[in-house]
């Protein structure tokens, strides 16, 4: 039977392994595309503006699809559910302060050092040490240790390193929600999130976050970097291995570089790629190498591996 004479049914077979690689690779590129539009917005509404846009729509758009309302929440639920919200929120908004002042590839870079750090927080092997060397070796090739050509801005990478604290806290409460459905419990978050980071947009910009240009080009971010990830996000880990997941988003500084080379002209030194390279392998290498169960923290069952 040749290809042309396969029924639908077949063809979809065929094709079913590839569709959660493909729908991961879609995801991350709809983050780092969306992020990088969401810059452009910063002249605006500022970061903070952006970011509470960015989070208050995509918050409607999941509380709309999941209906969290219909979930029956303990006292212990909601406490876990503000921590997980408010992770978040902060998750998000240094994110967006870091994109001010250094490239999109860069931040993306020095935010995966949290969930790396916590995938390694029991390290015992020593390859284990030797991605912790490495993830080391390329955070120190980014922070703002000299002057000159490729120096970053000290500000800008310490909103990322606390972007990368907060990753790490966001992956903690995220994995204390086991009672909650995963849905409804990330339509909350994103809710706290969006309440968390609201007064600093509204301080940021007031009423210009309301204007029609703003708002439609804010909902099309939304979108790419929020609504349109978690869905692909769903998609491709029910189809692969958690470890598999996690490996592959080792890629998404890489894929976050490229488009803000393409996008915002941020043209990296060869040492920052150099550094994004060697935390992405620190990043596959920890995963590839530790107990399964503490691979999965690299990859929450969540919203667009957030940060961006």
Request: charged share 10%.
């Amino acid at each position: 039977m040749t290809a042309l004479t396969l029924s639908p049914a077949a063809v979809r077979a065929r094709w079913a392994p590839f569709v959660p690689y493909l729908a991961l690779f879609t995801a991350m590129t709809s983050l780092a595309f969306g992020t990088s539009f969401a810059k452009q917005l910063f002249p605006l509404v500022g970061a903070q503006g952006t970011a509470a846009l960015r989070v208050g729509l995509a918050a409607v758009m999941l509380t709309a699809i999941f209906r969290p309302w219909r979930v029956r929440l303990t006292k212990a639920d909601v406490g876990r559910l503000l921590a997980f919200g408010g992770a978040m929120g902060l998750l998000n908004l240094t994110f967006y302060m870091s994109l001010k002042t250094i490239p999109l590839g860069l931040a993306l870079a020095i935010e995966f050092t949290g969930p790396l750090v916590l995938a390694l927080v029991h390290a015992r092997r020593p390859v284990h040490f030797a991605c912790i060397g490495l993830a080391a070796a390329g955070l120190l090739m980014l922070l703002p240790l000299r002057q000159g050509a490729g120096a970053l801005d000290p500000v800008g990478v310490g909103f990322a390193l606390i972007a990368a604290v907060c990753w790490a806290l966001y992956i903690i409460f995220g994995k204390r929600l086991g009672g909650v459905p995963a849905g409804p419990s990330v339509a909350i978050g994103m809710t706290v999130a969006a309440l968390v980071i609201l007064p600093f947009g509204v301080a940021e910009a007031g009423i210009g976050l309301l204007a029609p240009a703003v708002l439609t080009t804010a909902l099309l971010v939304a979108v790419a970097s929020s609504a349109l990830p978690y869905s692909l996000d769903m998609v491709a880990m029910r189809g692969m291995p958690k470890r598999t997941f996690g490996v592959l988003l080792s890629v998404e500084p890489a894929i976050g570089a490229v488009a803000g080379v393409l996008f915002l002209h941020e043209l990296l030194t060869l040492q920052q790629w150099a550094a994004i390279a060697a935390i992405m392998a620190a990043s596959a290498g920890a995963i590839l190498t530790t107990r399964q169960e503490t691979a999965a923290t690299t990859a929450p069952d969540s919203v667009d591996q957030l940060p961006a």
